[in-house]
T-cell receptor
Framework: KAGVTQTPRYLIKTRGQQVTLSCSPI?????VSWYQQTPGQGLQFLFE???????NKGNFPGRFSGRQFSNSRSEMNVSTLELGDSALYLC????????????FGPGTRLTVL | GENVEQHPSTLSVQEGDSAVIKCTYS??????FPWYKQELGKRPQLIID?????GEKKDQRIAVTLNKTAKHFSLHITETQPEDSAVYFC??????????FGQGTTLQVKP
């Protein structure tokens, strides 16, 4: 099976802009979770989508949003970008039942100037 | 709130020695505890996981122990090799799809 893929791999934006990141899960996986990774804060959970519904949410402002499509592909959007949003954004997919292994994508490196 | 503390933040060992990384979690409802290895510039990869109904799990040179009463779990790597050098993250979960990660441990194995 193909692994989790994310596009684009790199992005450079300026403050105030918005950005959309995409994640394609492993075939058959219905859950997609998003994480932000920074040197200072480590890996932080953003949200999880399962069968097109947000099932879990982390402690991020409303500028961070996401959605999931019927084919389980997911997108996350960040509006009104701030310098502190510069990070590696990782998505992970799983089958969606309790205790499932999460498989990570390669991440999207977002730089906000 | 949910929190996972991980120690040490850096660990340097000689090749062939053992390495131990410890994590403590705050949410007593956590029931799934994976460990991920992340090499520089690469994605986190699951190396071992344990569920709350098990106290210990081993896979070749890697083992994880869980103490639910004390709310802590540990990763043990024996006979370390230079290719074990990476950042290791512990995590805890009570809900599907939401992993709470520790801050990470940078392991350096010196040849």
């Amino acid at each position: 099976k193909a692994g989790v893929t994310q596009t684009p791999r790199y992005l450079i934006k300026t403050r105030g802009q918005q950005v959309t990141l995409s994640c394609s899960p492993i075939s058959g996986h219905r859950s997609v979770s998003w994480y932000q990774q920074t040197p200072g804060q480590g890996l932080q959970f953003l949200f999880e989508y399962f069968s097109e519904t947000q099932r879990n949410k982390g402690n991020f402002p409303g500028r961070f949003s996401g959605r999931q499509f019927s084919n389980s592909r997911s997108e996350m959007n960040v509006s009104t970008l701030e310098l502190g949003d510069s990070a590696l954004y990782l998505c992970a997919s799983s089958q969606g039942t309790s205790g499932d292994t999460q498989y990570f994508g390669p991440g999207t490196r977002l730089t906000v100037l | 709130g949910e929190n996972v503390e991980q120690h040490p933040s850096t660990l340097s060992v000689q090749e062939g020695d053992s390495a131990v990384i410890k994590c403590t979690y705050s949410d007593s409802a956590s029931n799934y505890f994976p460990w991920y290895k992340q090499e520089l510039g690469k994605r986190p990869q699951l190396i071992i996981d344990i569920r709350s109904n098990v106290g210990e799990k081993k896979d070749q040179r890697i083992a994880v122990t869980l103490n639910k009463t004390a709310k802590h779990f540990s990763l043990h790597i024996t006979e370390t090799q230079p290719e074990d050098s990476a950042v290791y993250f512990c995590a805890a979960s009570r809900n599907t799809g939401k992993l709470i990660f520790g801050q990470g441990t940078t392991l350096q194995v010196k040849p």
